[in-house]
């Protein structure tokens, strides 16, 4: 793919060396960084799930990069240090799911499974209640303040 100045797909969680979660600052410019995807949880959710020596993988990760945050870590502290690592990268481009930017945790599909779920998902809150709703102004201001300081 490099050949063909393909982009490699860099999902943080599983880009790994044994036990030890790989600092995204390494990944190659020619890549595209992510948390999450269509067919995974988003960060919150996935970091719900992960187990404590998954959690302490990452935060190690995290803290490599230059953000704060324990293992034990929720709601903004935890959202701003998994964007700080994400858009850290050394990827051109880092992506986040629009859930992840609204602090929502439903997936997009289930891969393996078929039902009404899967491809449907829909905001938590309405479109039109995103521009008072206190919470994503929050996300949206440290989202562009961390994309500045990344210079993305």
């Known amino acids: 793919m490099r050949s063909l100045s393909i982009p490699g797909y860099r999902v943080l969680p599983w880009e790994r060396d044994g036990d030890v979660v790989r600092d995204p600052r390494s990944f190659p410019p020619l890549s595209v960084a992510t948390w999450s995807t269509h067919d ?3 960060i919150a959710l996935w970091w719900r799930e992960m187990t404590p020596a998954d959690r302490g993988a990452i935060t190690a990760m995290m803290a490599g990069s230059g ?5 034990h870590a929720t709601g903004d502290a935890l959202f701003e240090a998994h964007m700080r690592s994400l858009f850290g990268s050394g990827s051109s481009l880092a ?12 997936r997009i599909n289930t891969p393996g499974t078929v039902g009404p779920e899967n491809w449907t998902t829909r905001m938590a809150t309405p479109i039109e209640a995103l521009a008072t709703d206190v919470a994503v102004a929050r996300r949206a201001k440290v989202t562009s303040q961390l994309l500045r300081e990344a210079k993305r």
Request: aromatic residues 0%.
């Open 67 to 71: 953000a704060d945050v324990a293992a």
């Open 40 to 42: 995974t949880a988003p």
């Open 95 to 106: 992506l986040a799911l629009l859930q992840e930017i609204l602090g929502e945790d439903q």
